[in-house]
């Protein structure tokens, strides 16, 4: 079995800074396809933040571009977020994902971590 952890999280002013970090343990026999960030705010959808391929190729949501960086770590598995001008929309339960992706039709199976809060508040 897979298990995806989080790191990172916590309190932030207004235009503050943080880096979440993602790490997988247990069967991890080869690295994710993909790996990404997902938040999900009270009272909302969870929704995509960032996305990486084993290839280095990502992929932001629109409200995070220029703000948010995603980054594969050297070990096996492990993906960065560092976020900046974080403002108080941003406040929400981060999730690190991992996917393999499993048949030529591109179905995934995924992996998720439990998540780290995020507050951004004065």
């Known amino acids: 079995q897979v298990q995806l952890m989080e790191s990172g999280g916590g309190l932030v002013q207004p235009g503050g800074s943080l880096r979440l970090s993602c790490a997988a343990s247990?069967?991890?026999?080869?690295?994710?396809?993909?790996m990404g960030w997902y938040r999900q705010a009270p009272g909302k959808q969870r929704e995509l933040v960032a996305t990486v391929t084993s290839g280095g190729s990502t992929n932001y949501a629109d409200f995070v571009k220029g703000r948010f960086a995603i980054s594969r770590g050297s070990a096996k598995n492990t993906v960065h977020l560092q976020m900046n001008s974080l403002n108080p929309e941003d406040t929400a339960v981060y999730y690190c994902?991992?996917?393999?992706?499993?048949?030529?039709?591109?179905?995934?199976?995924?992996?998720w971590g439990p998540g780290t809060q995020v507050t951004v508040s004065s």
């Open positions: 247990g069967s991890t026999r080869r690295n994710f396809d993909a």
């Open positions: 994902n991992g996917a393999y992706v499993i048949n030529v039709e591109g179905a995934k199976r995924e992996f």
